[in-house]
T-cell receptor
Framework: DAGVIQSPRHEVTEMGQEVTLRCKPISGHNSLFWYRQTMMRGLELLIYFNNNVPIDDSGMPEDRFSAKMPNASFSTLKIQPSEPRDSAVYFC????????????FGDGTRLSIL | KQEVTQIPAALSVPEGENLVLNCSFTDSAIYNLQWFRQDPGKGLTSLLLIQSSQREQTSGRLNASLDKSSGRSTLYIAASQPGDSATYLCAATARGGSEKLVFGKGTKLTVNP
């Protein structure tokens, strides 16, 4: 199994630019999660999907953040416009439907906004 | 609102020592509690998942316990090895959402040869 695949692994861009992070979950997994990790705040859930439908987006910090899951094998997290305080490592994770199944994480995207 | 705390933030032990990592949570109405390992520059790897009806789970040299009434979980590592060096995070489900995890900030473990 290839595991959760995230791209790009690293992204450096200037303030104000649009950033798009991509995720391919493990085949057969029905739940997908986007997290953000910083030294100050630790790992925080931004949004999660079940069967491609957003279930809880209460962790999305601002309207500048948006996430989509057009099909079971692909999701994007977009930041527009980006700001320096968005710099963090963004993780995608997936799990089998429903609760009480472990989440499997990708290796993350390290985002730096200059 | 669920809050998860891990103390200490860092721990250094000699190889071969048995050790315990601690995790506490504020809301006992959890569906499960999970322990993860994170290596530098990598994502999280799931180690153990304890369902709310269980008291403990074991995998190899790892044993995790859960005491909902006191809001505590421990991860026991037997006969530690340098390869166990990593950051260990625990996560508890949030009230009202069985899939929504709230993470502690982790304990950075260093096992010295």
């Amino acid at each position: 199994d290839a595991g959760v695949i995230q791209s790009p692994r690293h992204e450096v861009t200037e303030m104000g630019q649009e950033v798009t992070l991509r995720c391919k979950p493990i085949s057969g997994h029905n739940s997908l999660f986007w997290y953000r990790q910083t030294m100050m705040r630790g790992l925080e859930l931004l949004i999660y999907f079940n069967n491609n439908v957003p279930i809880d987006d209460s962790g999305m910090p601002e309207d500048r953040f948006s996430a989509k899951m057009p099909n079971a094998s692909f999701s994007t997290l977009k930041i527009q416009p980006s700001e320096p305080r968005d710099s963090a490592v963004y993780f995608c994770a997936s799990s089998e439907n429903y609760s009480n199944q472990p989440q499997h994480f990708g290796d993350g995207t390290r985002l730096s906004i200059l | 609102k669920q809050e998860v705390t891990q103390i200490p933030a860092a721990l250094s032990v000699p190889e071969g020592e048995n050790l315990v990592l601690n995790c506490s949570f504020t809301d006992s109405a959890i569906y499960n509690l999970q322990w993860f390992r994170q290596d530098p520059g990598k994502g999280l790897t799931s180690l153990l998942l304890i369902q709310s009806s269980q008291r403990e789970q074991t995998s190899g040299r790892l044993n995790a316990s859960l005491d909902k009434s006191s809001g505590r979980s421990t991860l026991y590592i037997a006969a530690s090895q340098p390869g166990d060096s990593a950051t260990y995070l625990c996560a508890a489900t949030a009230r009202g959402g069985s899939e929504k995890l709230v993470f502690g900030k982790g304990t950075k473990l260093t096992v010295n040869p």
